[in-house]
């Protein structure tokens, strides 16, 4: 993925981009839109395509293709830059200055999944990593109530090994709630006589009423955290580079419930869709270049009886797997919409893991400019043909026309708020800090913070670049977080803003820390953009 730069001058918005052919340009106010292309034969990834293989549709119209390259993800070097100087810690980065290369994430999801199969999870990553090639890039994050860290990125096995063998299956409480049996069995037989005709029918249906209300709640307390989940991976990944893939190992849920009961003595029939929250996820992902492939653990069984349109698998149906399973109609539109691929209805979920590591050995990345008036805030359904016979296409469906100028809620304090929350490090912003102790003064720090400037944006005023930034710190003890955010404005003259752009902006500041002994958490928001850096900062160890 070539980097953007929006820098605006005199109100416009100016992009460095990477052309088709020749050097770098400028182009003023385009937003380019860049879809990554996986395209497979029968034996695998086809390469050798060229620009004029591939035709771009936006809403049906050709579009021209202002920007293309090809990425070899499999058996090349990795991104390097200069090592990082002892003591300091970067989002993007590793100690020996290495960005993930192809990078990977896959996400543990026993929120979504039965104890039974969470077992199975476990001995097959073992199995997948302890045969992962060497280079490739692995993280392995896991959703129970709330996501958790098991190990980041690293492209030693070894340390992904330990982090899964420490892991154990855990009962999801809100799934197990969609096993809520008929209430009214908990009624002594002595009541139910008392009752009569009609009050037992009242009470069988409210019984039955609260049980499924419950049952409601559950699956919808499932969707919303999942739902940030995805969107927490996707903001951790958003800078890195390239097509990123987040290999979703869930029994997920359904994408809409459809269910019948009674009101008052009338049948009544109700609908749950989660189709907002899915599309919220999606566009978070799309927007970071996260291809997701969702895995369905539970396999495929014989003798299965297909689940109630759209409801759950109850917890007697965790061996219900493959074409009948729940949750299958929300694999097939993540991975649809995000141009990542959904296995199900199998049994060798390594296998399944190494068909979504290995398919994007080759990456075409397509780049479009659509014409303003195009520019409305509306999604645009997209469609790439290739000009070659039998293959198979993948890419992302769509994306929403705007001008990204100024997005709505880009100084939402409560973006920054869910950034210092957040397990993950946001990367939208580079961020590279370290924590140096002052001498003679313990418990003091001198922080220097070190931000990307070619991920700010900044307008020309006069004689100097213009922007500003909110900067917040803060730390946790115990359950109780403190911190500090200040808004800081930007005013660089041209040589100035070169320098920035070659060496970084940096912030220094003094922190009291105490006798703290843990992370600092540190979050950059562009106010303009609303685009985060976030990063977890070490003190006192």
């Keep these: 993925m070539t980097r953007i730069a929006l820098l605006a001058a005199t109100g416009m918005t100016l992009a460095f981009l990477m052309p088709a052919q020749g050097p770098p340009v400028i182009r ?29 549709l936006d809403k049906g119209k050709p579009q021209r293709i202002a920007a293309f390259n090809v990425s070899v993800l499999r058996g090349t070097a990795p991104v390097r830059s ?31 999944t039965e104890v039974a199969d969470q077992a199975y999870v476990r001995t097959q990553v073992m199995k997948y990593l302890s045969g992962m090639q060497a280079g490739d890039h692995f993280a392995l994050f896991r959703l129970t109530r709330r996501l958790t860290v098991v190990q980041d990125f690293t492209n030693d096995p070894k340390p992904l090994l330990a982090a899964v063998s420490r892991s154990r299956a855990e009962q999801s409480q809100t799934l197990a709630a969609d096993g809520l049996t008929d209430l009214t069995a908990e009624i002594d037989s002595t009541i139910l006589e008392s009752l009569g005709a009609q009050g037992l029918a009242d009470s069988a249906e409210m019984a039955a009423n609260t049980a499924k209300e419950m049952t409601d709640y559950a699956l919808r307390d499932r969707v919303f955290i999942t739902e940030a989940a995805l969107e927490q991976v996707a903001r ?44 919220k996820a999606v566009r978070v992902l799309n927007e970071s270049h996260v291809a997701v492939y969702p895995v369905d653990p539970r396999g495929l069984t014989t003798g299965a009886t297909q689940a109630s349109a759209g409801k759950s698998a109850t ?99 409560d973006l920054l708020n869910e950034a210092m929350r957040n397990p993950l490090d946001s990367t939208q912003i580079g961020l590279r800090a370290r924590a140096i102790p002052a001498k003679d003064q313990p418990g003091v720090y001198s922080l220097e913070v070190i931000v990307d400037t070619s991920d700010l944006h ?63 958490r540190i979050a950059i928001q562009d106010r303009s953009t609303g685009a985060i850096g976030s990063l977890r900062v070490p003190l006192g160890k």
């Design 28 to 56: 003023v106010n385009v937003p380019m839109v860049q879809v990554d292309v996986i395209v497979r034969g029968k034996d695998g990834p086809i390469s050798g395509l060229t620009k004029e293989d591939f035709t771009v």
């Design 82 to 112: 200069a090592p990082l100087v002892p003591g300091m810690v970067a989002n993007r980065l590793d100690s020996d200055g290495e960005e993930p290369r192809a990078p990977t994430v896959i996400l543990w999801d026993t929120l979504n």
């Design 236 to 279: 951790h990944l958003a800078g890195l580079r390239g097509r990123k893939k987040l290999i979703w190992v869930s029994g997920s849920f359904p994408a809409r419930t459809l269910d019948s009961r009674s009101r008052n003595g009338f049948p009544a029939l109700e609908i749950q869709d989660f189709g907002p929250q899915l599309e």
């Design 315 to 413: 917890s007697s149906q965790s061996g219900v797997g493959g074409l009948f399973a729940s949750g299958i109609n929300t694999m097939q539109f993540v991975a649809h919409q995000t141009g990542g691929r959904a296995f199900y209805a199998g049994n060798d979920l390594v296998s399944a893991v190494n068909a979504a590591v290995e398919d994007d050995a080759i990456v075409y990345a397509l780049g479009f400019y659509p014409s303003g008036e195009n520019l409305d805030g509306t999604y645009h359904p997209l469609s790439v043909k290739v000009a070659r016979k039998g293959v198979e296409v993948h890419h992302r469906a769509g994306y929403y026309a705007s001008d990204q100028r100024v997005p709505e809620h880009a100084n939402d304090r």
């Design 458 to 520: 900044l307008e020309r005023a006069g004689d100097h670049w213009v922007g500003a930034i909110d900067y917040a710190t803060g730390v946790a003890h115990s359950e109780k977080s403190t911190g500090a955010v200040e808004t800081v404005k930007l005013a660089l003259t041209e040589p100035r803003l070169k320098e920035s752009l070659e060496h970084g902006f940096t912030l220094r500041r003094e922190i009291a820390a105490g006798d703290f002994n843990g992370d600092l």
